[in-house]
């Protein structure tokens, strides 16, 4: 099982609309997940982090983190044509041989559509 | 406060050609990390440091070495380069271990021909 894992895509909805990007992870230990945006040609961008099970809202994202099932999802709700991009997963490992690693899944393409 | 600089933006090498890819910060960040990311892939770690004089191997470190002889620097050395290490190359630092964000370099286009 690898790591970190996203939905595969690309995903593609119409503007308005909510797109749901989900991951999967597998270190149960990991306290620490983040939702990087990139654009093509750019660097990764932080749009959201999450840390304690439950949801957490910022404008028109929603990250929501389930421990007991190792699974964490990005919510954009009206999507725009500037959502659409290029969206990581990462989890922080939290302990052993590896600790402090940050491992990103493969990354789900999103296209907004007028 | 420049955050992370990544030289050279672009490069060409010929196989069997070494480089060293440089990476700063001036954030006084312990955590650092060397990505590399294929054409529509996601991002895959080669090597990360924890601190100065520590580093461990991430997913994909055949090919490549790292070294921290201080907390700034991160440099990532290319040794025969392969057409296969053709890929853009982002290196990444982070405060802590724990509830922070990485911030990331503007990246590194190398093709290998």
């Known amino acids: 099982q690898k790591e970190v894992e996203q939905n595969s895509g690309p995903l593609s909805v119409p503007e308005g609309a909510i797109a749901s990007l989900n991951c999967t992870y597998s270190?149960?230990?990991?306290?620490?997940f983040f939702w990087y945006r990139q654009y093509s040609g750019k660097s990764p961008e932080l749009i959201m982090f999450i840390y304690s099970n439950g949801d957490k809202e910022d404008g028109r994202f929603t990250a929501q983190l389930n421990k007991a099932s190792q699974y964490v999802s990005l919510l954009i709700r009206d999507s725009q044509p500037s959502d659409s991009a290029t969206y990581l997963c990462a989890v922080i490992d939290a302990g052993g041989t590896s600790y402090g690693k940050l491992t990103f899944g493969q990354g789900t393409i999103l296209t907004v559509h007028p | 406060n420049a955050g992370v600089t990544q030289t050279p933006k672009f490069r060409i090498l010929k196989i069997g050609q070494s480089m060293t890819l440089q990476c700063t910060q001036d954030?006084?960040?312990?955590?650092m990390y060397w990505y590399r990311q294929d054409p529509g892939m996601g991002l895959k770690l080669i090597y990360y440091s924890v601190g100065a004089g520590i580093t461990d191997k991430g997913e994909v470190p055949n090919g490549y070495n790292v070294s921290r002889s201080t907390t700034e620097d991160f440099p990532l050395r290319l040794e025969l380069a392969a057409p296969s290490q053709t890929s853009v190359y982002f290196c990444?630092?982070?405060?802590?271990?724990?509830?922070?964000?990485?911030?990331f370099g503007q990246g590194t286009r190398l093709t290998v021909v």
């Open positions: 990444a630092s982070r405060r802590r271990v724990e509830r922070t964000e990485a911030f």
């Open positions: 954030m006084n960040h312990n955590y």
């Open positions: 270190d149960r230990g990991s306290q620490s």
